[in-house]
């Protein structure tokens, strides 16, 4: 199945400084692929040159089978962007923002119309059609944003931190459409910091740092691969300092905690205990994509 995006070597750089340093990746019709990293990253810059608003500085991007530099106007007309800030016209009403929208695509009146009725439905907005835009909530605010990037009915959706900012039940519903998106065989191009909504909605993922794709493959993959089935958490009391080495495949010492990576939690807590230690508080639970996620990227705050 050919690519609806492929990249090889593809770098962009701003002056001296590398933001994107020769990627190759490939989206498949259908599937929902997802860019992770830590801020600097190269995330945004990957994201802008695939939808044809930045021209790559080195390296091959075709865009559903087309080149961005020559033939960006007609990629954008094929994309729908669901930008990380809202970027709605506060002062009309629900509707008003995608009938706007829809004649930025030269869509005819008629086809407008149908398209928002479908898409008030999808969105769970029909209620709301006539209401203005500035007081409804952050979470109809978001799914209206993506209402609108559907309107031209395209064949690739790129959605830039899509939850940012909302509460867990609209996070989860804003999920559920999503997933709807994707059985009618949308696809999707994820950036998010959340790594359970990565979990829960990308079939395949990037994670990047310093400009380059340091892992691949599925989320399941990439924790099967860069850490253990589960992960023990330990706290001591404060100035112990117990050894632990050899007791799990991988310790990590934190500030406030200890962590643990292995694949046998019995074997591991009892190697524990034997040397007479006394954790206050344990918690074992199964490892995740933030655990790789660091694991890959480290834990030091980048601004």
Same mark, same amino acid.
């Given at each position: ?14 002056? @001296? ?24 990253? !190269?995330? %945004? ?8 608003? %930045? ?29 990380? *800030?809202?970027? /709605?016209?506060? $002062? ?15 869509? %005819?009146?008629? *086809? ?6 479908? &898409?008030? *439905? ?9 209401? =203005?835009? *500035?007081?409804? %909530?952050?979470?109809? =605010?978001?799914?209206? +944003? ?34 709807? &998106? ?9 950036? +998010? ?9 990308? @079939? #395949? ?6 400009? =380059? ?19 023990? $958490?330990?706290?001591?009391?404060? !100035?112990?300092?117990?050894?632990? =080495?050899?007791?799990? $495949?991988?310790?990590?010492? /934190? ?26 508080? +344990?918690?074992?639970? #199964?490892? +995740? ?15």
């Amino acid at each position: 199945m050919s690519a609806l995006v492929s990249a090889r070597a593809l770098t962009k750089k701003f002056g @001296d400084f590398v933001a994107v340093d020769a990627i190759d990746f490939d989206v498949r019709p259908g599937e929902v692929f997802g860019f992770l990293g830590p801020n600097g990253a !190269g995330k %945004s810059s990957t994201m802008r040159m695939i939808a044809a608003v %930045s021209p790559p500085s080195s390296g091959s991007l075709a865009v559903l089978g087309l080149d961005p530099v020559n033939d960006g106007r007609h990629i954008r007309s094929r994309l729908g962007v669901v930008p990380q *800030e809202d970027t /709605l016209d506060m $002062e009309l009403t629900v509707e008003e923002n995608l009938i706007i929208y829809g004649r930025y695509f030269n869509l %005819s009146r008629a *086809e407008v119309r149908l398209r928002i009725d479908e &898409l008030l *439905e999808f969105a769970q907005l029909t209620d709301r059609r006539k209401s =203005k835009v *500035e007081p409804l %909530s952050g979470g109809m =605010k978001r799914r209206l +944003t993506i209402a609108r990037g559907l309107i031209n009915r395209p064949d690739l959706l790129i959605l830039d931190e899509p939850t940012t900012g909302l509460d867990p039940q609209a996070r989860h519903l804003l999920w559920d459409r999503l997933y709807r &998106l994707k059985r009618q065989g949308v696809t999707q191009i994820i950036t +998010t910091h959340y790594m359970d909504e990565a979990e829960q909605l990308c @079939d #395949r993922l990037v994670i990047m740092d310093k400009g =380059k794709i340091v892992a691949e493959g599925s989320p399941a993959d990439l924790i099967g691969l860069h850490a253990t089935p589960e992960v023990i $958490e330990m706290r001591f009391a404060e !100035g112990e300092d117990p050894d632990l =080495k050899g007791t799990a $495949e991988r310790i990590e010492s /934190l500030p406030d905690r200890t962590l643990l990576y292995t694949a046998d939690t019995d074997r591991t807590l009892a190697a524990v205990h034997d040397r007479g230690h006394q954790p206050t508080t +344990t918690l074992v639970r #199964r490892s +995740t994509l933030e655990d790789v996620f660091l694991h890959l990227t480290g834990r030091t705050l980048v601004e």
